[in-house]
């Protein structure tokens, strides 16, 4: 049996129109899914610029306090020269 042209354009078309239909149903599947991920990435890049300000902030308290330490061991340093001086001055040097 022998399909005719006619037929066979037929049976393409039909197959045609069928796989149109599908497309149609996974696109409305995945469009929602779609929606979901960019609501989401939205949010994680929301999320990822306040991790961003929260460690920018922490590395400047860092620094703050490492400058601080600096400043008070210098100030220590320096106390204590003035400590021994003083002292030198009120105690004579062994002869």
């Not at 990822?48 to 400043?71: N, T």
């Amino acid at each position: 049996m022998e399909i005719s042209d006619s037929q066979e354009t037929k049976v393409l078309l039909s197959r045609v129109v069928n796989a149109e239909k599908c497309l149609v149903v996974v696109q409305n599947q995945v469009r929602p899914s779609e929606e979901k991920m960019a609501n989401a990435n939205q949010r994680t890049a929301s999320v990822d610029q306040k991790w961003e300000a929260r460690m920018k902030e922490y590395e400047m308290r860092l620094k703050a306090g490492e400058e601080k330490y600096k400043c008070e061991r210098q100030g220590v340093k320096e106390r204590v020269l003035e400590l021994e001086n003083q002292l030198r001055s009120v105690v004579p040097a062994p002869t």
